[in-house]
């Protein structure tokens, strides 16, 4: 199952560079997510982001369970434009549009577990 969601994130990633002009989100965790095993922490990459400047699509992949997160997106005056809760453990992708006024929005990704900040210029 692994193999496959591998080879799905691989495929998907090398769709949209041949297709669409995606922006990545630098998503910077505030709370690390506990483990029972030692991870370096080189290595640990719960989520990524991209935003498609041509159709205006956030998409955000959890490469690990960081369980129920609230996802929000806020514009430059602390209004919430998007929010929802996603349940990480059975969906690994979240896609959502972004406003079309231009500006700069805060993304914010939490949960028990996680929580984790990006910011998007348009």
């Known amino acids: 199952m692994k193999k496959l969601f591998a080879f ?4 998907m990633f090398l769709q949209h560079l041949v297709f669409a002009d995606e ?3 630098s998503i910077k965790s505030t709370k690390e997510q506990e483990a029972e095993t030692p991870i370096f922490r080189s290595i640990i990459m719960n989520v990524t982001g991209f935003y498609d400047t041509e159709t205006g699509v956030v998409s955000l992949y959890f490469y690990q369970s960081i369980g129920d997160a609230t996802v929000s997106l806020t514009d430059e005056t602390g209004a919430v434009v998007y929010s ?9 992708m979240l896609e959502f549009p972004l406003p079309e006024q231009s500006g700069t929005y805060m993304l914010s990704i939490i949960s028990a577990t996680y929580e984790g900040t990006g910011s998007i210029v348009l």
């Open 8 to 11: 799905v994130c691989v495929m």
């Open 23 to 25: 922006t990545p989100i």
């Open 84 to 92: 929802r809760i996603v349940d990480t453990e059975n969906s690994d």
